[in-house]
């Protein structure tokens, strides 16, 4: 059964990453430690970058855009060692790299649809091995128990 905690930094997650203005595709990660939200983030231009995520073509988008974990750790400006990180999309390579690099202890995803694999199932697995070589849980959430907040 999953706790009523990871279904809320869940939430939390997808909430941030409503907030991207990128129309294709929303991304949100929020950083806890226990049950304290540390920092979150989400997918898009940097600062002072204007923000035509909808306009740029695809190749362009990709270069100016940072990845919700990028921002989350960015943002938290602190020592991550020991922290969670809960995410709306599987991390990729560059992101799982940063990830072991802050020392970040445990990430947080929903199982994965058979569209998401599909589409980025290389980088997945890529990144998988990353995490599994440094240590890095995954913690798989069930997409079934996501929808609501448990009562333990």
């Known amino acids: 059964m999953i706790s009523k905690w990871a279904v809320r930094f869940f939430q939390m997650a997808e909430l941030v990453g409503s907030w991207s203005?990128?129309?294709s595709t929303q991304v949100?990660?929020?950083?806890?430690?226990?049950?304290?939200i540390v920092s979150v983030g989400f997918?898009?231009?940097p600062h002072g970058i204007s923000d035509s995520a909808a306009t740029d073509d695809r190749d362009m988008k990709y270069l100016k855009t940072l990845h919700a974990e990028e921002n989350a750790i960015l943002f938290a400006k602190r020592d991550?060692?020991?922290c969670d990180?809960?995410?709306?999309?599987f991390p990729c390579p560059n992101c799982a790299a940063k990830i072991i690099q802050t020392?970040?202890?445990t990430v947080h995803c929903p199982e994965?649809?058979?569209?998401?694999?599909?589409?980025?199932g290389e980088k997945i697995q890529i990144s998988e091995e990353m995490?599994?070589?440094?240590?890095?849980?995954v913690n798989w959430l069930p997409l079934d128990a996501l929808s609501t907040i448990p009562k333990d």
């Open 112 to 120: 994965q649809t058979e569209d998401f694999l599909s589409r980025w």
């Open 80 to 82: 991550l060692a020991g």
């Open 43 to 45: 997918n898009g231009y």
């Open 131 to 137: 995490f599994q070589q440094a240590g890095v849980t």
């Open 85 to 89: 990180i809960w995410v709306t999309h």
């Open 103 to 105: 020392g970040i202890a």
């Open 28 to 36: 949100g990660a929020v950083i806890t430690q226990g049950n304290r």
């Open 21 to 23: 203005k990128d129309p």
